[in-house]
């Protein structure tokens, strides 16, 4: 019933940026949070950041004040801004949709995901 569509990974050097985005077919974000994950070659999924309906944010240490997530005023798209990229950012990265209004990191509270888009960080 909910498809998420990711763009704008590609290949960028380290010290870089990139700019994702993510947006629902047939249906809004409204009410809901919505949040960026990401898994590495051999790892597990880890989170990123996410944002809450009203626009509260939460994100993973390793990319707080690198990264910033938000979302247009019609709930139409999320994007995750990348600075300062690293290698160790590498991964394929997903946009998460929850069933919950409150932004959170916690993978089980989101039902519904993207196909993942590969970001490749270059040293």
């Known amino acids: 019933q909910v498809q998420l569509q990711e763009a704008g990974g590609g290949l960028v050097q380290a010290g870089g940026s990139l700019r994702l985005s993510c947006t629902a077919s047939?249906?809004?974000?409204?009410?809901?949070?919505m949040g960026w994950f990401r898994q590495a070659a051999g790892q597990d999924r880890e989170f990123v950041a996410a944002?809450?309906?009203?626009?509260?944010?939460t994100y993973a240490d390793s990319v707080n004040g690198r990264f910033t997530i938000s979302r247009d005023s019609a709930g139409s798209a999320v994007y995750l801004q990348m600075n300062s990229l690293k290698p160790e950012d590498t991964a394929v990265y997903y946009c998460?949709?929850?069933?919950?209004?409150?932004?959170?990191?916690?993978?089980?509270?989101?039902?519904?995901w993207g196909q993942g888009t590969q970001v490749t960080v270059s040293s």
């Open positions: 998460a949709g929850a069933r919950t209004p409150v932004a959170t990191s916690q993978a089980e509270l989101y039902h519904y």
């Open positions: 047939r249906r809004t974000f409204s009410n809901n949070a």
């Open positions: 944002i809450g309906w009203k626009g509260g944010t």
